[in-house]
């Protein structure tokens, strides 16, 4: 059974720092992961999707690498801002490439100015 | 609209009444998943819609929980006899199926709650 697992659980900084949050997951046969931004009463938004032949995605501050046979991926985010403050969520298939995701828990981040 | 669409945003209901949730997807998305998010929990797939084909409703936790898509497009989840367990976010997400994963949008939830 696919488990996800994120540390920390939560994390502060201060503004401009760069950050790493990570992701660990149970079943290494994925065919993609996808890493969210979820805002306190919003829906998700997706920030980076990495497909299982790729080792990394950019967009913008934001870095996500995937190492699929140690079952990690980690999200980089370069020189903070407080508008990044947000829960971090991963999120990989149940199994191979199925549709149905498995997320873990997020990992709230505050960046305080 | 451009988004994933949910409503009502806000529900609270008693305790025994049935609920219907409602999503309406990005025009063109062919599948269409509802997600459960409770307080302090991750994220709990419900049911997942693609196309014409049987729907996968794996994760729907009692027969309480059912869902249907008309016309390929709307979606209306709906609990029966809710319980106070039932009190959650119920967030509906859509996107285009493509061979190896694909991008998916979620809509800002329903929030339930059940007294």
């Known amino acids: 059974k696919q488990e996800v697992t994120q540390i920390p659980a939560a994390l502060s900084v201060p503004e401009g720092e760069n950050l790493v949050l990570n992701c660990s997951f149970t079943?290494?046969?994925?065919?993609?992961l996808q890493w969210f931004r979820q805002d306190p009463g919003k829906g998700l938004t997706s920030l980076l999707l990495?497909?299982?032949?790729?080792r990394e995605q950019t967009s913008g501050r934001l870095n996500a690498s995937l190492d699929k046979s140690s079952g990690r991926s980690t999200l980089y985010i370069a020189a903070s801002q407080p508008g990044d403050s947000a829960t971090y969520l991963c999120a990989v298939p149940s199994q191979g490439g199925s549709e149905k995701l498995v997320f873990g828990k997020g990992t709230k981040l505050t960046v305080n100015p | 609209g451009a988004g994933v669409s949910q409503s009502p945003s806000n529900k609270v209901t008693e305790k025994g009444k049935d609920v219907e949730l409602r999503c309406d997807p990005i025009?063109?998305?062919?599948?269409l998943y509802w997600y459960r998010q409770s307080l302090g929990q991750g994220l709990e797939f419900l049911i997942y819609?693609?196309?014409?084909?049987?729907?996968?409703k794996s994760g729907l936790p009692s027969d309480r929980f059912s869902a249907e898509r008309t016309g390929g497009s709307v979606s209306t989840l709906t609990i029966q006899r809710t319980q106070q367990e039932d009190s959650a976010v119920y967030l509906c997400?859509?996107?285009?199926?493509?061979?190896?994963?694909?991008?998916?949008?979620f809509g800002e939830g329903s929030w339930l709650t059940v007294v």
């Open positions: 025009s063109g998305h062919t599948a």
């Open positions: 997400a859509s996107s285009l199926v493509s061979g190896e994963g694909n991008t998916i949008y």
């Open positions: 990495i497909q299982s032949s790729q």
């Open positions: 079943d290494s046969a994925i065919y993609n």
């Open positions: 819609f693609q196309g014409n084909s049987a729907p996968d």
